[in-house]
């Protein structure tokens, strides 16, 4: 049973509609206003990637132009974009454990960083 977007050429919305029967399907009526002029409109569709496309793309340069791992907020943008490019859930409170995390090892660090 597809769903199928059509436009309301009476109210001019974008509406939804669970075609039960697609060898004989009824005549679609907006819901919203109740018009009988409706144009089917294609619809996006997602495309399933493999698990190896998705390490390709993450590793792509492209994805580490703004990376600065000098900050903090910087690397907590680019771990939560690779972590939804995984189709992990990072939490809402990800930002602030990097920060912290990124803060420690800065702390860690002593003063590493000289210039000799």
């Known amino acids: 049973m597809p769903i199928y977007e059509y436009a309301c050429r009476t109210c001019r919305k974008r509406v939804s509609l669970l075609i039960r029967n697609i060898h004989s399907p009824a005549t679609p009526v907006c819901p919203r206003c109740g018009g009988l002029e409706l144009t089917r409109l294609l ?54 454990m990097m920060e912290q995390a990124m803060e420690e090892e800065g702390a860690a660090g002593g003063g590493a960083e000289t210039d000799e």
């Not at 492209?62 to 680019?78: C, I, Y």
């Open 43 to 96: 619809s996006r569709f997602a495309v399933v990637k493999s698990e190896e496309s998705r390490f390709e793309r993450m590793a792509d340069p492209s994805n580490f132009g703004d990376l600065d791992e000098n900050d903090p907020k910087s690397v907590a943008r680019w771990a939560k974009r690779m972590g939804k490019a995984m189709g992990e859930d990072v939490g809402e409170d990800f930002d602030e």
